[in-house]
């Protein structure tokens, strides 16, 4: 994480990544693998070199993807950090947020992950995606919204 904190801004709450994420290549990393073995055994050594590299790469392009994602609520922004090689930062001020909604897909409802959906002015949607008990997530944001408007 690389944000940098302003002068009396302190981090208030920090999503973490679910590993409900790894699911589906994790799967398929295992039968690519289970394919290597198969191949190593009929002596085609190049078809199991291949079937390591086609079966690892989704799984570690995800790796990737989520040690290089950071998601950061401070008392004054958002802070939103995604990319391996192309970074995109972003900083939502709160008193900007309007709303949040969380959206769970198949997987993560079996898991208990879930996206927030960041929602501000007239912008498209900041997604929060793979995000470890996103409901709590999502209220300990509003909240914090809530009283910082209040105050």
């Keep these: 994480m690389a944000i940098r904190l302003r002068e009396s801004e302190q981090i208030q709450a920090e999503a973490q990544l679910h590993w409900a994420n790894y699911v589906v290549p994790g799967i398929w990393a295992v039968f690519t693998f289970l394919a290597m073995i ?28 989520n040690s290089n ?42 898991f208990g992950a879930g996206d927030v959906l960041v929602l501000t002015g007239n912008d498209r949607p900041t997604k929060l995606t793979n995000v470890a008990e996103s409901e709590a997530f999502r209220e300990a944001a509003s909240k914090l919204i809530s009283t910082k408007r209040a105050s």
């Design 69 to 110: 994602k950071s998601y950061v609520i401070t008392n004054e922004r958002l802070y939103v950090e995604e990319g391996i090689l192309a970074k995109s930062k972003r900083d939502i001020p709160l008193d900007k947020i309007n709303n949040f909604e969380t959206a769970q897909g198949l997987i993560q409802r079996i």
């Design 38 to 65: 198969g191949a190593a055994f009929s002596k085609m050594a190049g078809a199991a070199l291949f079937d390591f590299l086609l079966g690892s790469m989704p799984l570690l392009y995800v790796f990737l993807k």
